[in-house]
């Protein structure tokens, strides 16, 4: 059976699998009861200066597929809405009674100096593993200088990161707004100020919806609203993005990296460690299916290891790192094309009007005499993009198959179709 | 405006409505959402060229996903004005469903297409009718018989901007969605609300009690009218040929379908109470052995001359007519009607059958099974008015040729009565439209 154990920057956990800084974290009770299904660690709600947030009622919101299920969330509350002192007090208990969880305090005071060697100071001593710190809330708390408003300037990322490490002894993990446009930036910035990782994302500026009868976004305070912070599975692929030009940046490459966004299962859990992830973290789907989920993330997990013959989580963190590359490298010559099987086709018709109406007419409609559709690839038309495959209902039934050119690699700075290519033409023949 | 909400008063729901229960429930909101969230929104969609109206039916799906019910009742109305009634009687697991990709795959189980046009048609809120008729064009056109077909022919012509009358032999419209269907399938009195709001397009005038061959005639309906459109359906019924058909205790099971549809409590039924026989292999029969089921005859038996694989019942409706524990006994066909000194009738003895070469002949056994009384559901035909004059073949359908023309000038025809596709309301709806689209362009061009 695969070890899911994880020391990351220091901390040890018995599982990748932590909770993020949100509702699931606010409280010991929470707390405990994640543990006792069986998380591996926490990053406990964000805390801040006294008097403590007041939250508004009305606060999240939802879009959902077609299934009805929570595709993507969206919430306007700000950060901890309890005070300083109990939220310690609950810290250190729960740490005494869970030595071999992870526990990581996030942290989000005003950008000063005094308030954060004060805060650092006091959750140190609550015997907390280490610190994250929020640069990343995006409504409410930016408004009040915090939050999203830090993480957009670099600087600032760097001079809160460096004042952090100056005052504790502590690991500690600057959170990142996705908010930005490029994630490089800050996470350099992280990497400057002394920052022992960077954990990403949170959550990305959204308006789930309109309520079209009262003229009003989602979700709606007494006739009004604001935008709100998106999660959920809908942001993984933004978020994995990031994690890997975080991962292959070479001013950021091996800083520690703990994943999240939309991680609902063992599988998403595995995309963002196979992008450099040390550990993950999972607020969303907790909050729509409850903590019983980490069972099943557990034991698929490590079958899938397993399956692989992967030991831990070490064997196999970060291997598409190398194969995630810059477009230009990408090899011109590879060509696949689409295949479709016969028997397995039930005929909707999806991939031909797909490709007939926005791609490039690949797909042959062959009417039958009992009155039903054949549809064949145009082999010479298909430029292999997969549309076909990807409105495809049926599994497998529509392939990509390579086609060898009988050409050898030779990506987009070596091709002579390149008016600014690298090389020249007799260099990439030499090649 | 909305078919479903002309509901009856919860009081006047009698015991036997509640004996004649939905036998297809209506799909909660939640469940339209889910399913329709099933179609694959098919191009060139199988279930489209399945349906014998034409429904676009993955855009009337996707209507219902999006929220949009007015939407999708008007896609289906468009093309089918009794959309409400066919997604409860079509047989859909020989038309859309058996055609809808999603039957192929491992899952076997299609897009539940009848219920999803059921949850549109009911649910619908309109202010006013949804269509607007095309400006008037001067012409009126007479329709005789307010079935399926007359009534979809009559909309679709009003559409068009003609004025319509309509002559129904019966004291009320709707035919065999009035008389026949049965129970279990049309409740809440829908066939009556239907047609209120198909009439409410406007520019058709309906004459019931009007039969044609007595109260009116071709000759002057041709005189008249700009165009005569046939949708009489089939007013005769097959006999079994044997003796004593005429006795008391042999029905004709149609008649007692009617006579059901139309009773407004139990007790002015006379239902057996043991046993009864009903022999036929088709939905008629089906549906009669199940509805006396429901009225409380203890053993009901259905016999058919041929096997179960040749009953023209779709393995549907069998197991429909087995959820409603009605025996069926096949390779058998009736022989002589039994009866006591009293000539009641006691029973009726069969005679078992047997395929050789392809060819059903008698084997020599015979057995008898005791009843109180014989429901004849062998097939209905055609009653052409004596009176009238005769198109050719008109002694088993009226002939049409295409376009619906029958042989006589200004006169078409379609629907049961006549020889085209298959005799079910969904055909029905479908020839009364194209009939009307035929009428619309021939009275153009002669217009011109
Ligand atoms: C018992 C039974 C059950 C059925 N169940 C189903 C089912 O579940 N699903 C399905 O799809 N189909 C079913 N059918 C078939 C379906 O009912 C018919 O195909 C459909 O009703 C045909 O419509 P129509 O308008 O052609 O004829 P009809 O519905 O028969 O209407 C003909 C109309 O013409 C009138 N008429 C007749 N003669 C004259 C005259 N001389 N002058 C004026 N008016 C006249 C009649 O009174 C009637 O109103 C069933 C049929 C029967 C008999
Ligand atoms: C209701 C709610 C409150 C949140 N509060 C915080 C917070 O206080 N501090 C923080 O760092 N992130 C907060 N987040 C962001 C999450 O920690 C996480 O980064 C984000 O939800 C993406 O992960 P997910 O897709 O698994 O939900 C919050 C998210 C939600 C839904
Ligand atoms: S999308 Fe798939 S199932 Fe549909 S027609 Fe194309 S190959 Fe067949
Ligand atoms: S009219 Fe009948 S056959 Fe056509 S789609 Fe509706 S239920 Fe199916
Ligand atoms: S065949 Fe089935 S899946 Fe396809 S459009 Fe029709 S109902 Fe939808």
Not at chain 2, 205 to 230: C, M, P, Q, W, Y
């Amino acid at each position: 059976m695969a070890d899911l154990s994880i020391d990351f920057v220091g901390i040890k956990s018995p599982n990748p699998f932590w909770l993020a800084s949100a509702p699931p974290t606010d409280k010991a009770y929470n707390v405990e009861r994640a543990f006792e299904a069986g998380w591996g660690g926490v990053v406990w709600k964000t805390l801040g200066e006294d008097p403590a947030a007041v939250n508004v009622s009305s606060r999240y919101s939802a879009i959902y597929d077609s299934y009805g299920e929570v595709s993507g969330f969206n919430n306007i509350e700000l950060i901890t809405d309890r005070s300083l002192e109990v939220n310690l007090r609950e810290i250190e208990a729960v740490k005494k009674s869970w030595p071999d969880r992870a526990l990581v305090v996030s942290l989000m005071v005003p950008c000063e100096e005094q308030a954060w060697k004060t805060i650092v100071k006091e959750v140190e001593k609550t015997g907390a593993d280490g610190l994250e710190l929020n640069f990343g809330c995006p409504h409410g708390m930016p408004e009040r200088g915090m939050g999203a408003a830090v993480g957009q300037v670099p600087e600032y990322v760097e001079q809160v990161a460096r004042w952090c490490k100056m005052y504790c002894k502590m690991p500690v993990i600057v959170k990142l707004t996705p908010n930005i446009t490029d994630i490089r930036f800050p996470a350099r910035a992280a990497k400057r100020g002394g920052a022992d990782a960077v954990s990403l994302i949170n959550t990305i500026n959204s308006i789930t919806g309109i309520d079209l009868d009262n003229m009003v976004a989602r979700p709606i305070v007494d006739g009004k609203s604001t935008h709100g912070g998106y999660c959920g599975p809908a942001v993984k692929p933004i978020a994995l993005s990031m994690t890997s030009e975080i991962a292959r940046d070479p001013e950021t490459m091996g800083l520690p990296i703990s994943g999240i966004g939309g991680i609902s299962n063992w599988r998403d859990a595995a995309e963002f460690i196979s992008l450099g992830a040390g550990c993950v973290q999972v607020c969303t789907a907790a909050m729509i299916y409850g903590f019983r989920i980490v069972e099943e993330m557990k034991t698929g997990l490590a079958n899938w290891m397993d399956s692989k013959g992967f030991e831990t989580i070490e064997d196999f963190r970060g291997l598409a790192v190398p194969n995630t590359t810059d477009w230009k490298y990408l090899n011109m010559n590879y060509k696949v094309v689409a295949s479709i099987d016969e028997d397995k086709c039930i005929g909707c018709g999806r991939c031909y009007i797909g490709c007939e109406d926005t791609s490039h007419q690949a797909i042959d409609l062959k009417p039958q005499a009992d009155g039903t559709n054949k549809f064949e690839i145009i082999e010479e038309e298909c430029v292999g993009c997969n549309l076909c495959q990807i409105t495809c209902p049926v599994d497998d039934c529509i392939t990509m198959e390579r086609r060898d050119v009988g050409q050898p690699y030779m990506n987009w700075t070596q091709d002579p179709r390149n008016p600014h290519r690298e090389v020249t033409e007799e260099s990439t023949h030499e090649a | 405006m909305n078919i479903q909400n002309k509901v009856v008063e919860a009081s006047q729901v009698s015991v036997l409505d509640e004996m004649f229960s939905d036998i297809k429930p209506a799909l909660t909101e939640r469940q339209a959402s889910y399913e329709s969230s099933r179609c694959y929104y098919c191009y060139d969609a199988p279930c489209v060229k399945a349906c014998p109206s034409d429904i676009n039916i993955p855009s009337f799906i996707a209507s219902i996903h999006n929220g949009d019910i007015e939407g999708a009742a008007e896609t289906i109305y468009s093309e089918n004005i009794l959309g409400g009634s066919c997604s409860r009687v079509c047989p859909t697991e020989i038309l859309c469903e058996q055609a809808c990709v999603r039957n192929k795959e491992a899952e076997c189980s299609p897009v539940l297409i009848g219920l999803l046009q059921r949850h549109a048609t009911d649910n619908a809120q309109f202010a006013d009718h949804p269509f607007e008729r095309a400006p008037s064009t001067g012409k009126t056109i007479a329709v005789v018989g307010a079935g399926p077909a007359g009534l979809s022919c009559a909309h679709r012509l009003a559409l068009l901007g003609h004025n319509v009358e309509i002559f129904e032999a019966q004291s009320k419209a709707g035919g065999l969605n009035e008389y026949g269907i049965a129970k279990y399938k049309l409740t809440d009195n829908f066939a009556q609300k239907e047609i209120d709001f198909i009439l409410e397009v406007g520019g058709i005038t309906l004459h019931t009690n009007k039969a044609l061959g007595k109260d009116i005639h071709l000759e002057e309906l041709t005189e008249k009218f700009d165009a005569v459109f046939l949708g009489i359906g089939l007013q005769g019924v097959r006999d079994l040929g044997i003796e004593n058909e005429d006795k008391p205790g042999i029905y004709n099971a149609v008649d007692f379908i009617s006579e059901l549809r139309q009773a407004e409590t139990a007790d002015q039924l006379v239902v057996p109470e043991k046993s009864a026989v009903v022999i036929g292999a088709g939905n008629t029969a089906i549906d009669m052995a199940c509805q006396l089921k429901r009225l409380g005859t203890e053993e009901v038996t259905l016999v058919y001359r041929r096997g179960t694989e040749d009953m023209s019942a779709t393995k549907h409706e069998q197991q429909i007519a087995k959820d409603h524990e009605v025996r069926i006994k096949t390779w058998s066909r009736p022989e002589a009607l039994l009866f006591d000194e009293d000539d009641k009738l006691t029973g009726i003895r069969f005679q078992k059958t047997e395929t050789v070469d392809g060819k059903l002949i008698d084997t020599d056994e015979q057995f008898d099974v005791p009843c109180e009384a014989v429901f004849k559901a062998v097939g209905q035909t055609l009653t052409y008015p004596a009176s009238e004059p005769t198109t050719p073949d008109s002694g088993s359908k009226i002939t049409t040729a295409e376009n619906f023309k029958t042989s006589i000038e200004k006169v078409y025809a379609g629907g049961d009565c006549t020889g085209v596709g298959e005799d079910l309301t969904v055909e029905a709806v479908q020839q009364g439209k194209l009939a009307a689209i035929a009428i619309d362009e021939q009275l153009k061009t002669e217009g011109n």
